[in-house]
T-cell receptor
Framework: DVKVTQSSRYLVKRTGEKVFLECVQD?????MFWYRQDPGLGLRLIYF???????EKGDIPEGYSVSREKKERFSLILESASTNQTSMYLC????????FGDGTRLSIL | RKEVEQDPGPFNVPEGATVAFNCTYS??????FFWYRQDCRKEPKLLMS???SGNEDGRFTAQLNRASQYISLLIRDSKLSDSATYLC???????????FGSGTRLQVQP
């Protein structure tokens, strides 16, 4: 069974902080994705990566960056957190079907 | 206009009822279709793929209408445990990532 693990289920940070969200998958998948999910807006793609050190912007990349130094790990970085980045963040790997991590509920105060 | 649209609901139905959701997509390059289920405060999980000829998995039936650009999900004999949000998901040719609808919430009541 595919396992996608996100480092934190709940996280509270302050405005202006640099925030790291980590995601690890154990199935040697090439593709990994970061989404955020907000009520009424559904899942929106922030960034994805199709190989080590390769990344592409999704629909809402502003305010975020990513890092993929190893195949199994895909990190989402909020360079300077803002309150409008309070959301549920979901990591996924592969394409069809996508396997999701448990999600990180991030609150920016 | 969103590329994948769903009625947000909620659909409130009694146990044992049959309920159907539709999902419309606007991009004609949409090639693959799925239904995901998401429980409250949990991650989405694949429920079933949707094939051109229609497909069934137990109490769940999925259908695709390419001419009208919609897919449907039918749930027969609803159970309390079917209460969840159902996400319509599309793969569009040329894109690596999936495109998600906002979801339809189902509440099955005793």
């Amino acid at each position: 069974d595919v396992k996608v693990t996100q480092s934190s289920r709940y996280l509270v940070k302050r405005t202006g902080e640099k925030v790291f969200l980590e995601c690890v998958q154990d199935m040697d998948h090439e593709n990994m994705f970061w989404y955020r999910q907000d009520p009424g807006l559904g899942l929106r793609l922030i960034y994805f990566s199709y190989d080590v050190k390769m990344k592409e912007k999704g629909d809402i990349p502003e305010g975020y960056s990513v890092s993929r130094e190893k195949k199994e790990r895909f990190s989402l970085i909020l360079e300077s957190a803002s309150t409008n980045q309070t959301s549920m963040y979901l990591c996924a790997s592969s394409e069809r079907p996508q396997h999701f991590g448990d999600g990180t509920r991030l609150s920016i105060l | 206009r969103k590329e994948v649209e769903q009625d947000p609901g909620p659909f409130n139905v009694p146990e044992g009822a049959t309920v159907a959701f539709n999902c419309t997509y606007s991009n004609s390059a949409s090639q693959s279709f799925f239904w995901y289920r998401q429980d409250c405060r949990k991650e989405p999980k694949l429920l079933m793929s949707v094939y051109s000829s229609g497909n069934e998995d137990g109490r769940f039936t999925a259908q695709l209408n390419r001419a009208s650009q919609y897919i449907s999900l039918l749930i027969r004999d609803s159970k309390l445990s079917d209460s969840a949000t159902y996400l319509c998901v599309v793969i569009i040719t040329g894109r690596r990532a999936l495109t998600f609808g906002s979801g339809t919430r189902l509440q099955v009541q005793p």
